[in-house]
């Protein structure tokens, strides 16, 4: 890359794009291919994460029961489903 600037763009449009594809066929697929059958999709449509680039609100567009994951402290104190 010529430059920060531009690495930065071009880094921030290669994350949306992966974040785009994974709703839209992931979870965008999914659930057209259930609505077919008459059946929602449920699922805890995953946000922002270290391991994967996706857009929380994005993904939850997508399923028809949206469900999020609360936690106190780190994983292993607990957590509850909302």
Known sequence: MESADASDRFLW??????????????????????????IGIYAEAAGVSLEMPEDTLLNKS?????????????????????
Do not use: C, Q, S
């Open 13 to 38: 449009d290669f994350r949306r794009t992966l974040a785009d594809l994974w709703a839209d066929a992931h979870y965008g697929t999914m659930a057209d291919k259930l609505r077919e059958d008459g």
């Open 62 to 82: 997508k399923v028809e029961i949206r469900t999020i994951l609360i936690t106190k402290g780190n994983y292993n104190d607990g957590y509850a489903r909302v």
